[in-house]
């Protein structure tokens, strides 16, 4: 039988500041990263403008690409190669142009200067309105993922752990949100979908360990047995499940990577680092379990031991 | 636990079979977002606040009209903004009458008035504000609707979106320029007299006469290329529109071989455009299109057939489109283009290529880490994801549903977590075997134990999913469903199946010692 795991006897709890240290620089670093950045950058989906991929029927180079719009004088287009030397994705900033003049226009004029046929493979257009709008409605969008699983993972546990799973769900958009501004990638409305995902997905590891604490705390602690004892086997005893579970939907994440195309490019480097952040939190937050015990039972006189001991028969009663 | 066991495996063959016939065939059932195969995404925002300027501008010469009946001088009725019409009246004498004329005019409210000076401001009410606007995007809608048929694209998708939005989907469309042109004219046809007594240079240069306005024809030189306008001085009322018609069609100039516009009024139409023809013998009559002049025929003698003709150097695609657009009916207001995404089939056709091999690869790494890491037990897994991703195709064949591309990662990703849910049961079937427990009764304890996280997991998976869907726009949405359908599916596969496969395997009256786990 391959197993992996098994008799894991890791004292995650012992080394929690590590883990809080690890998160807070990553949370600190994606910060600082889009703060340089000026904030994220936001793809056409949200800022307005419009986006033109374009391929040709012999190889151009970049300066060729320019050449060509620049007769067209539409600002400041950045043109990127996607794919092979004969695809290039253009992104224009809000233009006069009307939608409808766009693609004839840009034909036309990259076809004049690399003396080529073009063909407009993907065209897309978001009037400045329309962009606001879906600027506020992602913030929304994450937030309403948020709160949905703050309420449901508070009505199926208890507040603490909502407010422990959102913490560490915060930490993987964040961190995520980070990669992606480190890297240069845009903030799409498929990357959004990827960080929703993130959210619904991530959380899941994290309810496996939670409620394995629970299933132990529902035997009693045994003579000797701390908080820290039961939080360290949790996590133990559900790693190989953590791990497994996350490495399946790693793997599907790094297919779509690696052979999804250009399109999906961003969506699935979004996945494949949230994947990863997110199995690495919930192991994190369940040692927050231990911190939040010992800060509420501070101030009881007879220690952390007594206090947990007869919450875990209150626990059991109902 | 071997109950029910008939009805379980007859509620698997059930699915099974529902499955297939869903799917098939499988070229016409699944339907493909316009990603994958190419074609044209627009969101219009309708101007309404057009739409009540001209209303407001038709109420006006009703009630011109109808003052005129009553023998109540009118000295000038304006429009002021989108909603008000300012009346001025020749003199106060007859006031109290001209009031009646304006409560009978039951769209209006008072909102100011000065009876010495013979002025009144009428408000639309705000009610038929409402009404007015949403008619003009119901009508846009409608008239849009009408042009796409008459275009001819298969399965077309236009719906209102927000208070004042089109959402128009055009699936395979293979010349987008043309079909945006043909959607986004608003296509007003007036017929208008031509003021010959005025000096239209003079006008071009800023002295319009009283009454009439300055229009163009815009004339490209065949040789040069160059495009020249040319001003026509016209009356400002409008004497017929192309609403009063009945057809319009596409004919070829015996002369010139060059095509031309038909166009049939209605009886109506025809009754007075043959009394406008016969009063105004030997004046020009200019053919207005959206603000432009196509021609200014001289009206020759009285045509009582109720035909004209639209010339005005069209090729032949622009004639039939103007035909299209004439039969179809003008749009209330005009329609501007907030969101467009076109996709052209080539890269449509990539993205089908990229997410087939996705999903191959993707299914090809999980089943093989499945059986290698539970061997018999990851073998059942896996035909529960390969009866997870059946039903899943069936059920958006089903709901029709569309793939689009994002659709296709959202599969990839089910394939990867349709298996965690296998994964949780298998590892604690694994650890009750650890803890000492007979086989029958870890896999017992594994299913009932296991089954609470899973639902947790689902739920969660859930929640993102119905936020996706809810905010998303067409392709996200896509994801957001197959992704919903994926999780939900795996429930019935990975719970439900799976242990109707185990119980088949090890609960059978032979003594099991092993299982392979």
Redesign the interface.
């Known amino acids: 039988m391959l197993q992996i795991f098994v008799n894991a006897r890791y004292d995650f709890v012992g080394k929690r500041r590590w883990f809080y240290f690890a998160s807070l620089a990553a949370v600190a670093v994606s910060l600082i990263s889009i703060a340089a950045h000026r904030g994220l950058n936001y793809g056409i989906d949200f800022t307005g403008g419009a986006l033109v991929q374009v391929r040709y029927d012999k190889p151009v180079t970049v300066a060729q690409v320019r050449q060509g719009l620049d007769e067209l004088k539409l600002g400041s287009a950045v043109i990127q190669q996607f794919g092979d030397v004969r695809e290039y994705l253009i992104r224009l900033p809000e233009t006069d142009l009307k939608a409808a003049e766009i693609s004839a226009r840009i034909q036309e004029a990259l076809g004049k200067a690399a003396g080529a046929r073009v063909e407009i493979r993907r065209l897309e257009f978001v009037g400045p309105q329309v962009g606001r709008d879906l600027q506020l409605q992602a913030l929304y969008a994450v937030l309403a993922g948020m709160i949905g699983i703050l309420i449901y993972v508070a009505i199926r546990f208890d507040f603490r752990g909502g407010v422990i799973s959102i913490a560490a769900l915060a930490h993987d958009v964040i961190v995520t949100l980070g990669a992606i501004s480190i890297t240069n990638r845009e903030m799409s409305l498929s990357v959004l979908a990827a960080l929703l995902t993130i959210v619904g997905y991530s959380i899941n590891d994290t309810i496996v360990v939670f409620d394995r604490i629970r299933e132990n705390r529902g035997r009693g602690l045994r003579r000797g047995q701390s908080v820290a004892d039961l939080v360290n086997n949790a996590i133990n005893q559900t790693l190989s499940r953590t791990i497994l579970t996350s490495f399946t939907t790693f793997l599907a994440a790094v297919v779509l990577f690696l052979f999804g195309g250009e399109v999906l490019h961003d969506f699935a480097f979004a996945l494949v680092v949230g994947v990863v952040t997110g199995t690495y939190s919930s192991v994190a937050a369940a040692t927050l379990v231990m911190d939040w015990e010992l800060w509420s039972s501070k101030g009881a006189t007879r220690g952390a031991k007594q206090a947990v001991k007869a919450e875990a028969v209150a626990t059991k009663k109902p | 636990m071997r109950r029910n066991l008939p009805l379980r495996i007859g509620i698997v063959v059930a699915v099974v079979i529902l499955s297939a016939w869903l799917l098939y065939p499988p070229k016409k059932t699944i339907n493909l977002g316009l990603?994958l195969q190419g074609g044209i995404h627009l969101?219009l925002?309708v101007d309404v606040d057009k739409a009540l300027e001209s209303y407001i501008g038709r109420e006006g010469d009703l009630i011109r009209a109808e003052l005129e009946k009553k023998g109540i001088g009118v000295s000038r009725i304006e429009r002021r903004g989108s909603t008000e019409l300012v009346v001025q009246l020749a003199s106060p004498q007859n006031w109290a009458d001209a009031q009646n004329v304006f409560k009978a005019a039951g769209a209006f409210e008072t909102k100011e008035s000065d009876q010495t000076a013979g002025r009144v401001v009428l408000a639309l009410r705000a009610r038929e504000i409402a009404a007015q606007r949403d008619e003009a995007v119901r009508v846009g809608l409608e008239t849009i609707r009408n042009r796409i048929d008459q275009f001819g694209v298969a399965e077309p998708s236009i719906q209102r979106q927000g208070d004042n939005r089109i959402l128009i989907q055009l699936p395979g469309v293979q010349d987008?320029?043309r079909a945006?042109?043909l959607i986004?004219k608003t296509a007003l046809l007036e017929f208008k007299l031509v003021d010959e007594r005025a000096d239209s240079e003079a006008a071009a240069r800023g002295t319009v006469p009283e009454g009439d306005e300055v229009l163009y024809q815009r004339r490209v030189e065949k040789e040069s290329g160059v495009e020249r306008k040319i001003p026509y001085v016209v009356r400002k009322q409008t004497l017929l529109t192309g609403r009063d018609l009945s057809t319009a069609r596409v004919s070829i100039d015996q002369n010139t071989s060059e095509p031309y516009v038909s166009v049939e009024f209605n009886p109506a139409g025809a009754k007075a455009f043959s009394d406008l023809t016969d009063a105004n013998v030997n004046k020009r009559l200019a053919i207005v299109l959206d603000g432009n002049v196509h021609s200014a025929p001289v009206i020759r003698e009285r045509i009582p057939s109720g035909r004209a003709q639209i010339t005005g150097g069209f090729t032949s695609q622009e004639a039939t489109d103007l035909a299209i657009v004439l039969r179809a009916g003008a749009l209330p207001a005009p329609v501007?283009?907030?969101?467009?995404?076109?996709?052209?089939p080539?890269?449509g056709a990539?993205?089908i290529r990229?997410?087939l091999?996705?999903t191959l690869?993707?299914s090809v790494?999980?089943i093989l880490?499945?059986v290698?890491?539970y061997r018999l037990s990851g073998l059942i897994a896996d035909l529960a994801l390969a009866l997870n991703l059946v039903i899943l195709m069936a059920a958006m064949a089903g709901f029709h549903a569309t793939l689009t591309?994002?659709g296709i990662?959202g599969i990839?990703?089910t394939?990867?977590?349709a298996?965690?849910t296998n994964?949780?049961i298998f590892?604690r079937i694994?650890?009750e075997l650890?803890s000492g427990k007979t086989v029958r009764a870890s896999i017992d304890a594994g299913f009932s134990r296991a089954f609470?996280?899973v639902i947790?997991?689902h739920?969660?998976?859930?929640?993102?999913?119905?936020?996706?869907y809810?905010?998303?726009?067409g392709?996200?949405k896509g994801?957001?469903v197959s992704?919903a359908i994926g999780i939900l599916a795996s429930l019935f596969t990975a719970v439900f199946f799976t242990r109707l496969i185990f119980d088949l395997i090890y609960m059978g009256p032979r003594r099991v010692e092993t299982v392979s786990?």
């Open positions: 990603d969101v925002g987008p320029e945006k042109a986004g501007n283009v907030l969101e467009e995404r076109t996709v052209g080539s890269l990539d993205s990229r997410g091999m996705s690869m993707a790494a999980v880490f499945m290698i890491y591309l994002p990662a990839v990703l394939i990867g977590m298996v965690d994964i949780l590892e694994r650890e650890r609470r996280t947790d997991t739920v969660t998976v859930l929640v993102s999913a119905a936020i996706l809810q905010f998303g726009t392709p996200v994801f957001a992704l786990i």
